[in-house]
């Protein structure tokens, strides 16, 4: 959710482009009465619905809102030339289509800011997935301008049924089994030592084996670091679905970090990051950023690109997230290409895609856990490994805690 200091001011294109004949003041849904939002045109409707959406959800879910909103409302006013609140279900099948191969005088090759004269809502044609996105987002709409008193009656409401259809069958699929995780280390053993090379093995080694997500990784330092036991153990801020707050990071984790920071201390005595020589060593973060001249202090008066936009400096050489994630998947989509998993090379990525999102609900804790379930009979439908894997596990799991226990008698 958006910070407490209160949500930013929407950005939206389409205010400046509406043509007020098109802002549906007399759309033919509309209701004639007060509404929740106390919106007169379509316009206010939309920016009424918008502000809401963003006190409950992420920046980044909001931003897909406005920009598949944006895409209805220019279709509507440029080529249908009807209002939003005008629309019809025969309406939205056209627009579908639209979605599918949209004009090249509708389309960017490369992204501009949307404050840009140049800016286009579309990047390229929509694929059948993400032209279903947009719609459920369309259809949201519709069905809470109508709860809200805005519109008379809900005209997309057929549409939604036809949408929905048979509901896939639901798969539960989504752990890296053992096989995949023994491709994974021979192929990051197999690449040519390098500090990419190095990063990408303690940001793997870290999250599968520590638990923590990539914006988790990022945020360590070596100065949240404790040793207890044989171990380094960290606490991690409380989020949702994280029962345990506390890390430990492994002999073998703590390596790879060891070999990773030796790469900066090399960059650093080299010149090369030179400009955090004097950064504490409880400040070094876990995950350390090598290619900094991406860096902008500067932009033009006018930025027309993202490209020319300033950078959040860092301080530290903190890796981003986003740099994590994207080293991991590129990594993945190269180990899909081996003959071992070629057969299966989307199902693959989508599990790793999987996995990457929450490493916490993949953990050998949470594993046991899963494979006990479904011996008791409880009610567990994921499935972490191949059925011969799961059961030999099993097995071991129950034979570990069979009889004689230490210090107890035998019932007989």
């Avoid at 090379?197 to 990539?214: E, F, K, M, N, T």
């Avoid at 506390?246 to 970090?257: F, I, M, P, S, Y």
């Avoid at 929450?358 to 046991?368: C, G, K, L, S, Y």
């Amino acid at each position: 959710m958006h910070s407490e200091a209160g949500p930013e001011k929407l950005e939206l294109k389409f205010e400046v482009l509406w043509p007020g004949a098109l802002l549906g003041a007399n759309g033919k849904w509309r209701n004639d009465g007060p509404n929740y939002y106390n919106a007169n045109d379509d316009a206010a409707a939309v920016r009424a619905w918008l502000e809401r959406q963003q006190t409950r959800v992420t920046k980044t879910s909001l931003d897909s809102y406005t920009s598949d909103i944006e895409k209805l409302i220019f279709w509507a006013i440029a080529i249908r030339l009807k209002a939003l609140s005008s629309l019809e279900h025969d309406d939205l099948i056209l627009f579908k289509c639209f979605l599918r191969n949209p004009p090249s005088n509708w389309t960017e090759s490369c992204p501009f800011l949307r404050a840009a004269p140049q800016w286009r809502p579309f990047r390229k044609a929509l694929s059948t997935g993400t032209v279903l996105q947009v719609m459920q987002v369309i259809l949201m709409l519709y069905a809470d301008w109508y709860a809200a008193g805005y519109l008379k009656v809900d005209p997309m409401l057929g549409h939604r049924a036809a949408l929905e259809g048979p509901k896939p069958e639901r798969k539960h699929n989504y752990w890296l089994t053992r096989r995949h995780w023994s491709i994974i280390h021979q192929q990051l053993e197999q690449l040519p030592p390098s500090p990419r090379q190095r990063l990408l093995r303690a940001s793997i080694l870290l999250l599968q084996r520590a638990g923590v997500s990539c914006r988790e990784a990022v945020e360590l330092f070596y100065g949240d670091l404790t040793f207890s036991g044989n171990n380094w153990t960290t606490t991690l801020a409380k989020r949702r679905g994280r029962n345990q707050t506390g890390v430990v990071l492994d002999e073998v984790v703590l390596q790879a970090l060891l070999e990773h920071n030796m790469d900066r201390q090399a960059y650093v005595a080299e010149g090369r990051m030179a400009r955090f020589s004097d950064v504490p060593e409880e400040n070094i973060p876990l995950l350390s950023v090598f290619e900094i001249s991406t860096t902008r202090e500067t932009e033009p008066a006018v930025p027309q690109r993202p490209t020319e936009k300033l950078t959040q400096p860092t301080l530290t050489g903190d890796q981003r997230a986003k740099c994590i994630r994207d080293l991991i998947m590129d990594f993945m989509q190269e180990l899909s290409n081996l003959p071992q998993l070629l057969a299966k090379k989307e199902e693959f990525i989508a599990i790793a895609a999987h996995w990457l999102r929450d490493p916490a609900r993949q953990t050998e804790t949470i594993r046991r856990q899963v494979l006990l379930k479904k011996q008791l009979g409880l009610t567990c439908r994921e499935v972490v490994d191949e059925p011969d894997v799961e059961r030999k596990e099993l097995f071991a799991i129950l034979e570990a805690r069979a009889w004689p226990f230490p210090n107890a008698t035998d019932p007989q």
